[in-house]
Antibody
Framework: EVQLVQSGAEERKPGESLKISCEAS????????IAWVRQMPGKGLEWMGL????????RYSPSFQGQVTISADKSIRTAYLQWSSLKASDSAIYYC???????????WGQGTLVTVSS | QSALTQPASVSGSPGQSITISCTGT?????????VSWYQQHPGKAPKLIIY???QRPSGVSNRFSASKSGNSASLTISGLQAEDEADYYC??????????FGGGTRVTVL
């Protein structure tokens, strides 16, 4: 069974850094991309970007390029989403999802709530 | 890069059929047959219900079907059931190795 288990909820202050994780199991980790999707409170889904764990290649939506860093460590089957300087507007639920080469996401993590507040 | 356009809400009575539209441009929906659809119940993670335009994953009810015409895609839910009440999102490949989601549609079963 494919499973993506995300790290727990985080609270940070504006300007702080943060790295959240997504641990995969039940499939060949390096054969699929891992995508990250943002959902701001009461709003829709926004595709942020993805990483190919085998090659460490990344792609970003223009809206998120330079705002976040996506990475992966294939030795521990884990993908990451990180911020160097958080803003209040980064408060949201972040989902990781397994992504196929035909650009759909078939298995999703449970989501990580990030709250940024002074 | 603007989100794909979906109606904010669609409603129907049990047993009826409803259709959700998803309008993009020649940069995404119009060029690529790579539209996927997701169902999201409140407080839950999204669930894939359609991929590659019209394909259903194993385990997804055949009451869900989808198609595309020009720059628009659509999702039809037939035989509407109470459990179908949720938010639905379309998503399309938009070139340069990126995806884009629609704004989402709230489906209400009357």
């Amino acid at each position: 069974e494919v499973q993506l288990v995300q790290s727990g909820a985080e609270e940070r202050k504006p300007g702080e850094s943060l790295k959240i994780s997504c641990e995969a199991s039940g499939y060949s980790f390096t054969n699929y991309w891992i995508a990250w999707v943002r959902q701001m409170p009461g709003k829709g889904l926004e595709w942020m970007g993805l990483v190919q764990p085998g090659e460490a290649e990344t792609r970003y939506s223009p809206s998120f390029q330079g705002q976040v860093t996506i990475s992966a460590d294939k030795s521990i089957r884990t993908a990451y989403l990180q911020w160097s300087s958080l803003k209040a507007s980064d408060s949201a639920i972040y989902y990781c999802a397994r992504a196929h080469s035909s650009w759909y996401q078939d298995s999703w993590g449970q989501g990580t709530l990030v709250t940024v507040s002074s | 890069q603007s989100a794909l356009t979906q109606p904010a809400s669609v409603s129907g009575s049990p047993g009826q059929s409803i259709t959700i539209s998803c309008t993009g441009t020649l940069s995404d929906v119009g060029t690529y047959n790579l539209v996927s659809w997701y169902q999201q119940h409140p407080g839950k993670a999204p669930k894939l219900i359609i991929y590659e335009g019209s394909q259903r994953p194993s385990g997804v009810s055949n009451r869900f079907s989808a198609s595309k015409s020009g720059n628009s895609a659509s999702l039809t839910i037939s035989g509407l059931q109470a459990e179908d009440e949720a938010d639905y999102y379309c998503c399309s490949y938009s070139g340069r190795d990126t995806n884009i989601f629609g704004g989402g549609t709230r489906v209400t079963v009357l």
